[in-house]
């Protein structure tokens, strides 16, 4: 396994710039998440560590050696692509075999490293099938097997589960992390699947643009979005404007439904600035009797309610007209009706303070 390192790294296609002076440290057996929208530069980024690209500006490193400049296959990286890529006229194992044989592996060895792939995998029974003769996700453990056979230095996998329905994606998700855990093995996976990336990821680089705007835990990145654009492309958010009236301790922000008061460590706001008081939907509650200390008690009117099983959705009409949502967990029966009149209740540590960037940073 390596430490990955970009430095500095931009790349262009024509006059389109597809990813623009980015800086990444990716420790060893890292599982490292690319995550954004479609043409935020996430793809590209990966095809520049794996040497298809190479930037105009900048430096790649595995560890402490510049690979700028070396074709991929000197790189020793192992690629999951999107379509699988599998050869249609080999079978499983032939095409397990195949980046052993560009390698001159000794035939003994090619075949145990062959069987332990597709063990790791769970495909050792389906060796002499055809690519044609296996499921979606029975062709993706392939993929993954061929790529881990030649025990490279790090793993890249391009949106490796975005062909798969939503079961199967969930089972490959567990078995990618098992496999991960157990091989400790350096891996850096792209998606736009923000659950995915959540749910697997040791840290995520978020990008728009082609630039990294946050990067964090996934923990990190749900609780304190650095910006509006974080904050909405990751999970539900509801947003309240406001204008900064308090620095202290706290932040209290002037909204139409009251003063509301945000943690410390907002470096750069002042007071007057127009600002963005964001709050997740599972971190609100229909409340009833007096608040305590530290919550905040808005009024609003129900104007929908959504039964999703596990959850029910509510969306309300606050005071001053700002739509927001609230989630209620494991719900035996619906707290409330279309038409309600309703007052909600939020912590004041679920608030994060954004600048008011506008809707274009959405």
Same mark, same amino acid.
């Given at each position: 396994?390596?430490?990955?390192?970009?430095?500095?790294?931009?790349?262009?296609?024509?006059?389109?710039?597809?990813?623009?002076?980015?800086?990444?440290?990716?420790?060893?057996?890292?599982?490292?998440?690319?995550?954004?929208?479609?043409?935020?530069?996430?793809?590209?980024?990966?095809?520049?560590?794996?040497?298809?690209?190479?930037?105009?500006?900048?430096?790649?490193?595995?560890?402490?050696?510049?690979?700028?400049?070396?074709?991929?296959?000197?790189?020793?990286?192992?690629?999951?692509?999107?379509?699988?890529?599998?050869?249609?006229?080999?079978?499983?194992? *032939?095409?397990?075999?195949?980046?052993?044989?560009?390698?001159?592996?000794?035939?003994?060895?090619?075949?145990?490293?062959?069987?332990?792939?597709?063990?790791?995998?769970?495909?050792?029974?389906?060796?002499?099938?055809?690519?044609?003769?296996?499921?979606?996700?029975? *062709?993706?453990?392939?993929?993954?097997?061929?790529?881990?056979?030649?025990?490279?230095?790090?793993?890249?996998?391009?949106?490796?589960?975005?062909?798969?329905?939503?079961?199967?994606?969930?089972?490959?998700?567990?078995?990618?992390?098992?496999?991960?855990?157990?091989?400790?093995?350096?891996?850096?996976?792209?998606?736009?699947?923000?659950?995915?990336?959540?749910?697997?990821?040791?840290?995520?680089?978020?990008?728009?643009?082609?630039?990294?705007?946050?990067?964090?835990?996934?923990?990190?990145?749900?609780?304190?979005?650095?910006?509006?654009?974080?904050?909405?492309?990751?999970?539900?958010?509801?947003?309240?404007?406001?204008?900064?009236?308090?620095?202290?301790?706290?932040?209290?922000?002037?909204?139409?439904?009251?003063?509301?008061?945000?943690?410390?460590?907002?470096?750069?706001?002042?007071?007057?600035?127009?600002?963005?008081?964001?709050?997740?939907?599972?971190?609100?509650?229909?409340?009833?009797?007096?608040?305590?200390?530290?919550?905040?008690?808005?009024?609003?009117?129900?104007?929908?309610?959504?039964?999703?099983?596990?959850?029910? *959705?509510?969306?309300?009409?606050?005071?001053?007209?700002?739509?927001?949502?609230?989630?209620?967990?494991?719900?035996?029966?619906?707290?409330?009706?279309?038409?309600?009149?309703?007052?909600?209740?939020?912590?004041?540590?679920?608030?994060?303070?954004?600048?008011?960037?506008?809707?274009?940073?959405?």
């Amino acid at each position: 396994m390596v430490r990955v390192r970009l430095q500095g790294v931009t790349k262009r296609f024509g006059s389109v710039v597809a990813v623009e002076c980015v800086d990444i440290e990716i420790e060893r057996g890292e599982f490292y998440f690319l995550l954004g929208p479609s043409g935020c530069g996430k793809t590209t980024l990966l095809r520049t560590v794996a040497g298809f690209y190479r930037p105009e500006h900048g430096r790649v490193f595995f560890d402490d050696r510049d690979v700028t400049g070396v074709p991929p296959e000197k790189r020793n990286t192992g690629m999951v692509f999107q379509n699988y890529a599998l050869w249609p006229h080999m079978t499983v194992w *032939q095409n397990v075999e195949y980046g052993l044989s560009l390698r001159d592996i000794a035939p003994r060895k090619r075949a145990d490293r062959i069987r332990r792939a597709l063990q790791m995998v769970r495909m050792e029974g389906y060796r002499d099938r055809s690519p044609n003769q296996l499921s979606g996700g029975q *062709q993706q453990r392939v993929a993954l097997a061929r790529a881990l056979v030649i025990e490279p230095d790090v793993v890249l996998l391009d949106e490796p589960l975005s062909n798969l329905d939503a079961r199967l994606r969930l089972e490959m998700r567990e078995q990618i992390q098992a496999l991960h855990q157990s091989l400790g093995i350096t891996m850096i996976y792209v998606t736009h699947d923000q659950k995915e990336a959540l749910a697997m990821a040791s840290r995520v680089a978020v990008m728009q643009a082609g630039r990294v705007v946050q990067s964090g835990s996934p923990r990190t990145l749900y609780s304190k979005p650095a910006n509006r654009f974080v904050a909405d492309f990751i999970g539900e958010i509801n947003l309240i404007s406001g204008k900064v009236v308090l620095i202290d301790e706290n932040i209290g922000v002037k909204t139409g439904v009251g003063v509301l008061y945000g943690g410390p460590g907002y470096d750069g706001i002042r007071r007057g600035d127009r600002v963005l008081c964001a709050i997740r939907p599972e971190a609100m509650e229909f409340h009833a009797g007096s608040p305590g200390e530290a919550d905040h008690v808005v009024a609003g009117t129900v104007r929908n309610a959504i039964f999703l099983g596990e959850m029910e *959705q509510y969306v309300v009409d606050l005071s001053d007209g700002t739509q927001v949502k609230l989630l209620e967990s494991h719900p035996r029966v619906r707290s409330a009706f279309p038409g309600d009149r309703v007052s909600i209740r939020f912590a004041r540590d679920s608030i994060s303070i954004l600048r008011d960037e506008g809707e274009n940073s959405a």
